[in-house]
């Protein structure tokens, strides 16, 4: 699930980084020695309602494109108009993932998957964060309509990494190779387009009643990648792996995306023909990696999610898939209970915690562990709640919806400052939070400071340096701290200090649920 990124910038200063990290370790030691996990939780007051509203606003500073004239976040400006017009199309907008200057439609396309699910489930309370959420989903898919204009072609990816990554410059002005990198029917890549494809038809969902005719295009664009990804089936590893590895490389194979895909397109579309392609997917995962990743989730790896997005439709009333499935729906529970049942903080089996609660795994940005699997986690305790059912693990630990609602609880509360650190790993939530983020607009002075245009290297001073970074990345959530609830506040330690987008996808659902359910 997680990610390598390749350092991006010139080496640091070794006396400036022993200096810097040594300061922050005597930091951690000593807030380390005066936490309790009792009095932390009872001291540290959680606002989830401003956390949402801020989870939000981080999407604009990742934007791409030409912004809109309601762009809150106004230090950002104008970026990579041109971007595909070395090859004669229009591939402006969309976002960057992370601190970097590239777009990535893998990474992308799961943000946009998630945001669309988090609105699904938790829209009506997000008051009047909802339509900035939905503008946050128009940005992907607008752009997703232009990467997908010919059906066989889809453009999956813009910027050059190397040389990005080589430069430390900032989004609006950079010079770097801006070539378009594409999937088409000889080399194809069936789990970035299947992505995209679920992120269409999820957000054809969202729309279908405030913009029916943008739910429409929607949806039949998401139809139309889908057949592609299905048709032409194939890794993008193997046509775009000196440019999407080791960034997005696609570790777990494409069956999860095209069940994924399917099980998306069936929600948006009702048609059994898609449930077909799911079990399908799923009888060929059994053979390969199904049982090896059941309890991931992420951009790269969509097992969990399939299994609790199915468990979840088979619990709603009157449910066609019930009827569809029958003994399939029967192996969707099990596996989504699971789960639930590696977490358990108790006897945990698919992941670690650290001293402070935090759950871990073996990833580069590690809040998308704690993020995304609480998302799954709250998302199936609801519908679990609904129908009045639980969950009875293989030990016999029987496991409540109230069970797993705190799980996900304690998980969104140490992001926000509920940890031995006592900070926010949250940019600008609370009076401590990260301020040296890996983040070259972030980092850089803003064009309103510096309006002249600077070069690839120009910005390498602002990374050496260990003053807090010029403009805020409101809403941005970090990699965060290691197994021992250590931060590395420094632009180098890009695991720790680097947000992405998503991160904060999950998380955006979470808020709204416990904004009004504490």
């Known amino acids: 699930m997680g990610r390598s990124r390749l350092l991006s910038c010139s080496i640091v200063s070794m ?40 989870s939000i606003l981080f999407f604009e500073g990742q934007r791409s494109g030409k912004l809109p004239g309601n762009q809150r976040m106004t230090w950002r400006k104008d970026s990579a108009l041109n971007d595909g017009s070395l090859i004669g199309v229009d591939l402006s907008g969309g976002y960057y993932d992370a601190g970097d200057n590239i777009k990535f439609n893998f990474p992308m396309a799961f943000t946009t998957t998630i945001l669309a699910w988090s609105i699904l489930e938790f829209g009506q309370l997000m008051g009047p964060d909802l339509q900035y959420a939905m503008d946050a989903i128009k940005w992907s898919t607008d752009y997703f309509i232009k990467c997908t204009n010919n059906a066989d072609v889809i453009y999956v990816q813009v910027g050059e990494p190397y040389s990005d990554h080589g430069c430390w410059d900032r989004p609006e002005d950079m010079d770097t190779d801006r070539m378009a990198y594409a999937i088409n029917t000889t080399r194809p890549g069936s789990e970035v387009s299947a992505e995209m494809a679920a992120a269409l038809a999820a957000s054809s969902i969202v729309f279908k009643s405030s913009d029916p005719g943008y739910s429409k295009t929607l949806l039949d664009r998401a139809t139309q990648v889908f057949n592609f990804a299905n048709t032409y089936q194939g890794n993008y ?183 031995p650190l006592g900070m926010s790993y949250m940019v600008g939530y609370s009076n401590k939070f990260p301020t040296r983020i890996h983040h070259r607009a972030s980092s850089m002075p803003s064009l309103d400071q510096h309006p002249e245009q600077m070069h690839c290297k120009d910005g390498t001073p602002y990374f050496e340096t260990s003053n807090p970074n010029p403009n805020l990345l409101i809403g941005a959530v970090v990699g965060g701290p290691d197994m021992n609830d250590q931060f590395a506040d420094a632009r180098v330690e890009f695991t720790a200090s680097e947000p992405t987008t998503y991160i904060n996808a999950p998380l955006t659902g979470l808020f709204a649920y416990f904004a009004h359910n504490t």
């Open 237 to 419: 590893n193997d046509c775009l792996k000196p440019f999407v590895c080791p960034f997005y490389c696609d570790w777990s194979g494409f069956l999860d995306e095209l069940a994924w895909g399917a099980l998306w397109l069936y929600k948006a579309t009702h048609q059994p023909s898609y449930l077909d392609i799911l079990s399908m997917n799923i009888k060929k995962m059994k053979s390969t990696n199904y049982v090896a990743y059941a309890h991931e989730f992420g951009w790269d790896n969509k097992d969990a999610g399939i299994n609790v997005l199915a468990t979840v439709e088979l619990l709603s009333n009157g449910s066609s898939l019930s009827n569809y499935l029958s003994n399939d729906g029967e192996e969707y529970r099990l596996h989504a209970d699971e789960f639930v049942c590696g977490i358990l903080p108790e006897n945990p089996t698919s992941v670690n915690y650290s001293q402070g609660g935090l759950m871990h795994k073996k990833v580069g940005s590690n809040m998308q562990v704690a993020g995304a699997i609480s998302f799954l986690t709250l998302v199936y305790a609801l519908h679990l709640d609904g129908a009045q059912q639980a969950i009875q693990c293989p030990d016999g630990t029987h496991v409540t919806p109230q069970k797993m609602v705190s799980i996900a609880k304690s998980q969104v509360d140490y992001i926000l400052g509920n940890n």
């Open 15 to 54: 006396l400036l980084l022993v200096t810097l990290i040594m300061v922050m370790v005597n930091e951690s030691c000593s807030a380390r020695r005066e936490f309790t996990s009792k009095n932390s939780k009872e001291a540290n007051t959680i606002d989830y309602a401003d956390a949402l509203t801020k």
